[in-house]
């Protein structure tokens, strides 16, 4: 299975990510919100599909899924360059 052509945006401990203003993003013709999880307004995830949801996306989303929980294992196990001992 090839790897998908994405690159997480995740901030680094200490540090704020400022997005843009959000935009309205459109369906486009054959595609719909199969699932949706909002934790807060400014704070969603919404999963947008075409046609069947088969055995190969579930793989590909499996995959996004354990990328994303790696990337954020090693940003809270990275030290801060600027903590002080005490």
């Not at 540090?15 to 959000?22: F, N």
């Not at 993003?25 to 307004?41: C, D, H, K």
């Not at 055995?55 to 354990?66: D, G, Q």
């Amino acid at each position: 299975m090839p790897k998908p052509a994405f690159r997480p945006c995740i901030p680094t401990r200490g540090t704020k990510t400022t997005l843009p203003t959000q935009a309205k993003v459109n369906l486009m013709a054959g595609e719909r919100i199969v699932f949706t999880e909002e934790s807060n307004p400014q704070n969603y995830l919404k999963l947008f599909a075409s046609g069947e949801v088969d055995e190969t996306m579930l793989e590909a989303l499996e995959v996004y899924v354990k990328r994303q929980k790696n990337a954020c294992r090693r940003v809270l196990q990275k030290p801060q360059k600027n903590s002080r001992r005490v």
